[in-house]
């Protein structure tokens, strides 16, 4: 037969060469990202073989694989499997355990004959305990970061309009974590499949945000770029009415084009339709070829030889003549050398055409053949468990014996579920729960519940971050449960529930869940579940504040768990029974219990219980003050969990404690480094919740406004909240930036509303913090309210700030009651409370504000000290003890500088200003003023004045007496050529003299 494609390559020259310059970004360890669209038959897959032999001849490691349709569901990890199973099977043994290292369990659920898999199904485990899909992905990275110590590495994953949702999210996980590696990700895609709807498109917004991520898309050829693919077909230069005849019915297609001339060699007899072109194709094939080729088109775009035999059931030199004569006409593909022999459609359309002319019956039969041989393979050694249980679903499904499609569908579930591929384990599982409705009873298989089903395919959808679906489903099991007869397994679902109500975010619910769950399990003999249950729900009791009911519950399941040895419960139960303690301030007691369940968790080595644990540690010694400590504990604890392959889930939340811990110290660049860069690595939502509320606290003390507001509005843009930073400390970083932002009034609103929601305000620790940022506003507001002479406005904030004091002085009473020993952090907070309330009154409080010094300088948290030092310096010159404020101004000065804290820093200068104090590298002299003949002090009186303040108001707010500030105004005025205080307000706007605060 006469060539069908161009021996050249035509056109695509630049998308040829930004390719080649992604590869040499990539070389200099700058990973990049390129998605090349196009319609069907435009050429991605020439592109993309013409630009990998150059890759390849230049060094690079290429590894390739197809995504493949197979039904809604898609095979899992399907690209990954065909991409790295040439290379594993190409290196010797010991090269492959360098390359896999640690992860050749995980690595066993899709490649089998590297060993047994770590195990499990989905439902199999405690909800509280998620399977390592972040551990699979971690593997597969470290294998590729391997791969490119010794040369780049390309991965190119064809047809991703095809990929399964895990495929979609390892995809996403590769891509946000390859930084400074030297790894090139290609993606191709069909861009007329993407309908507004297509799972593809939020991957593909979200990666076109990232850095290093590129599109190409490749459009039609014109008419210059068809005849040069013409001519290399036909051998010869084309007449210009063939060109114009294959470019007006291909659309400048080149696969078209292709079919269009193959199918009209004898001149310009074309086809009317691409359909036409390729059913002639086929026509053309000799019966036997004919049959094979129908057969292959059910197995999909790709198919095994060995399958294809059994299923065609012809003598072996008939069907390779059958297969070769397909081949010669350019139908199917032989399969690259290192892969499973087999054979490809030379185009997905092609395969799509032979299968639509299919008869039903013919097609039922073929699907049912195939199931069979696959069958029959698969209990040997499959070299893909959840590929082939997806492939025998789709099989059995599609030939309508629902009896067999059944026991498929939910093993393809929990091969899917054991490989990871949450999503496609929820939709076979789902799928398994239809089919039970179709198939009559007599016809069920036995050994299945379908209760089991349905709690299987609630994990499954919990896992995939789908926690809605998971409480329908694990509701419709306890439906089905009788508690009086199986009271264990309704306490087990009970506890499912709770779990999958706290993830939703109904919290609430979640605890009637979780003490149904109590209620229902049986208290003897003691059991793991029962330890587990136990302890879930005090931890629930104590995230809602409810510390008491919480503490006798974390002691009881503290003995169940020691009595049973039920290691993880006991952890759970020592971390809620520690933070019980932490939040009601007993820090001295909590500690302690929250390091013997951390070093629990590090012992039994479950490397979510080490994280629950180190950030519970983490934040009770931050509470203490002690950063420094809690910074190690999320330092070390990082590095175990890389080790163990866990840092993509965890390691997010541990940058986010780190963060704090260096904002609480004073590190404020480190903070900010380690902030951004966890940001941008990719965390999950979970940590990024909290790592945005840490960069929006450290923004607002920095006086970046834009930046701080930008981050609450990705925040909120993160959706409703599953899991993350609870509602209250949300609103204590609004509050923040209210009270910086000058705007106290809504400061004030947020603090009363989030007070009112805590359960146990007097014994919360958040409590405490929001008194004192509602102090600061009430201060703020009061001191506003004086300068106006609103004297409603003051006696307001005055009687608001005595409120607040009040609760912080109940609040450390209520401390003392059942703390042994309350410590610094809460003294330091008692007196700011009382020095804060001083200045909203009005008060020269000097020895409040001093005591208040010596608390933070205990507590090493700079910005805290800087702030209270400068109210301090203010209380000092308000006193005369002008040397005393000098000294405090001077030392809040240098901290603000060094911060880098701009409104602090700002209020500080203004202050020395008005009390005429130097400070070292500050210039308050004003040229525009001295031109004028004002000194600075009469510019600082003539903003007072404009802003319509009395000579007393001026004198209050300078340091001054109030005659003084009469004999300031009269200078001014006679320098300015007026009579009236409005005259010259007006004449200083003129001539833009000052800025309005």
């Not at 694989?65 to 039904?71: A, K, N, S, V």
């Not at 949702?165 to 930084?179: C, K, M, P, Q, Y």
């Not at 380690?674 to 509320?693: E, F, H, K, V």
């Not at 307001?796 to 703390?819: D, F, K, P, S, W």
Request: with cysteine; net charge negative; glycine share 8%.
């Amino acid at each position: 037969m006469a060539r069908l494609s161009s021996p050249t390559f035509v056109g695509r020259a630049s998308e040829l060469e930004r390719l080649r310059h992604a590869l040499d970004l990539a070389s200099d360890h700058r990973p990049t990202t390129r998605l090349v669209a196009g319609d069907a038959g435009i050429g991605k897959t020439r592109l993309m073989t013409e630009f990998v032999s150059g890759a390849r001849t230049s060094g690079a490691q290429v590894l390739i694989g197809d995504c493949l349709q197979l039904g809604e569901t898609g095979l899992p990890y399907a690209p990954f499997v065909g991409a790295f199973r040439p290379l594993l099977r190409s290196l010797s043994p010991r090269r492959l355990d360098e390359i896999i290292g640690p992860g050749r369990a995980e690595l066993s659920h899709l490649f089998p004959d590297l060993g047994p898999p770590s195990g499990g199904r989905a439902g199999g485990g405690s909800p509280g305990a998620r399977p390592e899909q972040a551990r699979l992905f971690e593997v597969v990275f470290g294998i590729l970061r391997r791969l490119s110590d010794d040369a780049p590495v390309v991965l190119v994953l064809e047809d991703l309009h095809w990929a399964d949702s895990s495929t979609r999210d390892l995809l996403r996980f590769l891509v946000r974590n390859a930084r400074e590696a030297r790894m090139l990700f290609i993606g191709t895609y069909r861009s007329d499949e993407l309908h507004r709807r297509h799972p593809l498109r939020p991957l593909l917004a979200e990666l076109q945000r990232l850095e290093g991520v590129d599109d190409i898309e490749l459009g039609a050829f014109g008419a210059e770029e068809l005849a040069e693919q013409l001519a290399g077909i036909t051998g010869e230069l084309p007449h210009p009415e063939l060109v114009s005849a294959v470019l007006s019915r291909s659309g400048g297609n080149p696969f078209f084009a292709e079919e269009l001339m193959a199918a009209g060699e004898a001149g310009l007899a074309l086809p009317r339709s691409l359909r036409d072109t390729l059913d002639d194709r086929v026509r053309h094939l000799e019966g036997e070829a004919q049959r094979v080729l129908r057969i292959a088109s059910v197995a999909g775009a790709r198919v095994d030889h060995a399958i294809l035999a059994e299923v065609a059931e012809l003598p072996a030199p008939i069907l390779t003549e059958a297969v070769r004569e397909a081949v010669e006409h350019h139908l199917l593909v032989p399969t690259a050398p290192e892969e499973i022999p087999g054979y490809r459609f030379r185009h997905a359309l092609l395969q799509e055409v032979v299968y639509d002319e299919l008869l039903p019956n013919e097609r039922t039969q073929l699907h049912a053949a195939f199931a069979v041989s696959l069958e029959r393979r698969a209990m040997g050694d499959p070299h893909d468990r959840a590929g082939v249980a997806a492939q025998l679903a789709h099989h059995w499904l599609l030939a309508h014996d629902l009896e067999r499609a059944l026991p498929a569908t939910l093993g393809a579930g929990r091969a899917a579920a054991a490989a990871f591929a949450y999503p496609e384990a929820q939709a076979f599982l789902e799928r398994s729960l239809e089919l039970w409705a179709k198939v009559a009873p007599e016809l069920l298989p036995a050994g299945i519940d379908r209760t089991v089903i349905l709690e299987e395919a609630a994990e499954a959808a919990a896992l995939a971050g789908d926690p809605r679906r998971s409480i329908d489903l694990v509701r419709s099991a306890l439906a089905q449960t009788d508690p009086v007869r199986e009271p264990m397994r309704a306490g087990v679902l009970q506890h499912r529930l709770a779990w999958y109500l706290n993830e939703s975010g109904d919290w609430q619910s979640g605890v009637i869940a979780m003490e149904r769950a109590v209620a229902l399990i049986p208290i003897d003999p003691p059991t793991h579940e029962r330890a587990r249950v136990v302890a879930d729900l005090a931890h629930s009791l104590m995230v809602r504040s409810r510390f008491s009911e919480s503490m006798a519950l974390a002691e009881a399941a503290l003995a169940i768990s020691r009595t049973v040895g039920a290691t993880l419960a006991e952890t759970r139960a020592l971390t809620a029974l520690g933070l019980d303690l932490a939040c009601r301030s007993d820090l001295e007691r909590g500690i302690p219990l929250l390091r013997d369940g951390y070093e629990l968790a590090l012992r039994h080595g479950d490397p979510q219980a080490i994280f629950l644990t180190a950030v519970a540690l983490g934040w009770a010694l931050d509470e203490a003050a002690r950063h420094e400590e809690a910074l190690e504990v999320a330092r070390s604890t990082r590095d175990r969990l890389r080790e163990m392959g866990a840092e993509a889930r965890f390691g997010g939340q541990l940058g986010s404690k780190m963060g704090r811990a260096l904002f609480e110290m004073g590190r404020w660049d480190e903070a900010e480094r380690i902030l951004d860069a966890t940001i941008a690595g990719g965390p999950t939502r979970y940590a990024m919740r909290w790592l945005l509320s840490n960069r929006i606290q450290l923004y607002t003390a920095r006086g970046q406004l834009g930046r701080a507001r930008r981050d609450l509005l990705t925040y909120e843009a993160l959706g409703e909240r599953l899991v993350g930073p609870d509602p209250d400390l949300i609103r204590a970083r609004r509050a923040e930036l209210a009270v910086i932002s000058g705007e106290p009034t809504a400061a004030r609103g947020i603090i009363a509303e989030t007070l009112a929601r805590l359960v146990e305000p007097d014994l919360d620790t958040e409590a405490r913090r929001l008194i004192l940022t509602g102090l600061r506003a009430e201060a703020d507001e009061a001191d506003a309210a004086r300068g106006a002479g609103a004297t409603e406005r003051e006696a307001v904030a005055i009687a608001r700030a005595g409120q607040l004091e009040h609760q912080m002085q109940r609040h450390v009473t209520r401390v003392r009651e059942v703390a042994s020993q309350p410590g610094p952090p809460i003294t330091a907070d008692l007196l700011m409370a009382s020095a804060l309330a001083s200045r909203a009154r009005g008060e020269a409080d000097v020895p409040a504000w001093e005591a208040s010094v010596v608390a933070l300088r205990v507590l090493g948290r700079p910005y805290e000290l800087a702030r209270a030092l400068a109210h301090l310096a203010a209380m000092a010159c308000v006193a005369r003890r002008r040397e005393d404020g000098a000294s405090a101004l001077a030392e809040a000065h240098a901290i603000a500088v060094e911060l880098g804290a701009r409104p602090l820093r700002e209020e500080i200068e203004s202050l020395a200003r008005r009390a005429r104090i130097g400070l070292e590298g500050v210039d308050t002299a004003d040229d525009a003023a001295d031109r004028l003949g004002l000194t600075a002090r009469e510019r600082e009186v003539l903003t007072l004045l404009a802003h319509g303040r009395s000579n007393r108001q001026i004198g209050d707010t300078l340091f001054m007496a109030e005659s003084t500030a009469g004999v300031h105004v009269s200078h001014i005025l006679g320098k300015l050529g007026v009579t009236r205080r409005t005259e010259a307000a007006a004449l200083a706007h003129r001539l833009g003299l000052f800025q309005l605060s």
